[in-house]
Structure formats: structure tokens, C-alpha cells
């Protein structure tokens, strides 16, 4: 299963756009992308999933360059909501989740 | 809305004791998961069912670990004689039989403390 590299945390304010890089430079010709979000005590939900270029659903965007060893996640104009874990995940077809340590996103007012 | 749940939602245990958690998944759901969750990473698998079937338990950290699923609907997770170290978060996900299995749906978890 393909390791992924994320920040460890990020700030930003309301309003603002905020992109999450994520590297994953052995991902495989089968593995989709997939970014989960989690709040204090509660379990990890699902944001977006993706396989090449760009992804956009009402919670956030995902691109993935050509070569997909990495993709960002685009969080438009976020709240103080939006405060939370993101985990890029990579893999296909496996019966488990693979979650590294995530991204601590703080949304200052 | 009939999400996953868990039962409890916290759970305070003295070292040597076994306790028993208590998964609900998303009626329906033929695939269910636990993963385990220190504080300040991510989740952890422990193990995977199809139905009633455990496919895979390679994540469970020692034999004082134990994980049913005899309907098919409902599981537990079992834990004998508790330790300090398995104090965590453990969360239960599932998927339909048509879902994807990148994308589970979490119940809120259930917080063990060993003390």
C-alpha cells in the first residue's frame, strides 16, 4: 500500500481557501486517492475521492496532477467548522483503510 | 438517520479487566471494520467482516484481543485482561455490499481507559 506525506498542521482564517498537499509517490496504477475529515470524538468521515485531474463535490475539490504522486485537497472559504483532521488515504480494492498521522487544520476567526 | 453507533461511547476499566464493546453498523451492511485510535494519530485496523465471516484479523495486537460477528449484524469487540496500553479510541466502520471500500461510513467510537 502506498505511503502518504502530509503536513502536520496548517492554519488559516475564515473565509479563506485552504489547500492540503498530500505526496504519495508509489501510489499504484489501481490506487484511487481518498481524504477523509475527522472531528474531536467522532469517527473519520468520508470528504472526496479521486483518480486523476479534478474531483468537486459541495464539501471541497481534489486535484491530482498527471503523474498522481500527490494530490491537494481544496477546502473553499472555510469556517471555524472546518477545524478538524484530514487524512489522505491511497489504495484500491483492499479491505482496510491505511491512515497516516493526518493534517490538524485550525480555523481561526 | 440509522448511522453506525457504538456502545458506550466511554468505557473506564481497571488493568485486568476484560471488557466488551458493542458495534451497530448501517443496516444492511454486509462489511464491517474496527481500527483502533491513540490519541493524536490515525486509526489503526484491527480487523475485517463479511457478514459473519472474519477475512482478516491481522491487525489485532495480541490474543487478548477478540472480535465476533455471529449474525452478521451486530459486533463486539472483546478484550481480555486490559492493559495500560490499550487505552485508545475503537471505532467501527461499514460499508454495503455495493460500496466502495475506500469510503466507510465511522460510527463515533468508543473510548477505553485502562487504569
Known amino acids: 500500500l502506498a505511503k502518504t506525506t502530509q503536513p502536520i498542521s496548517m492554519d488559516s482564517y475564515e473565509g479563506q481557501e485552504v489547500n492540503i498537499t498530500c505526496s504519495h509517490n508509489?501510489?499504484?496504477?489501481?490506487?484511487?486517492i481518498t481524504w477523509y475529515q475527522q472531528f474531536p470524538s467522532q469517527g473519520p468521515r468520508f470528504i472526496i475521492q479521486g483518480y486523476k485531474t479534478k474531483v468537486t463535490n459541495e464539501v471541497a475539490s481534489l486535484f491530482i496532477p498527471a503523474d498522481r504522486k500527490s494530490s491537494t485537497l481544496s477546502l473553499p472559504r472555510v469556517s471555524l467548522s472546518d477545524t478538524a483532521v484530514y487524512y489522505c488515504l491511497v489504495g484500491g480494492g483492499y479491505n482496510k483503510l491505511i491512515f497516516g498521522a493526518g493534517t490538524r487544520l485550525a480555523v481561526h476567526p | 438517520g440509522a448511522g453506525v453507533s457504538q456502545s458506550p461511547r466511554y468505557k473506564v476499566a481497571k488493568r485486568g479487566q476484560d471488557v466488551a464493546l458493542r458495534c451497530d453498523p448501517i443496516s444492511g451492511h454486509v462489511s464491517l471494520f474496527w481500527y483502533q485510535q491513540a490519541l493524536g494519530q490515525g486509526p489503526e485496523f484491527l480487523t475485517y467482516f463479511q457478514n459473519e465471516a472474519q477475512l482478516d484479523k491481522s491487525g489485532l495486537p495480541s490474543d487478548r484481543f477478540f472480535a465476533e460477528r455471529p449474525e452478521g449484524s451486530v459486533s463486539t469487540l472483546k478484550i481480555q485482561r486490559t492493559q495500560q496500553e490499550d487505552s485508545a479510541v475503537y471505532l467501527c466502520a461499514s460499508i454495503g455490499a455495493s460500496g466502495n471500500t475506500d469510503t466507510q461510513y465511522f460510527g463515533p467510537g468508543t473510548r477505553l481507559t485502562v487504569l
Open positions: 508509489n501510489i499504484a496504477t489501481n490506487d484511487y
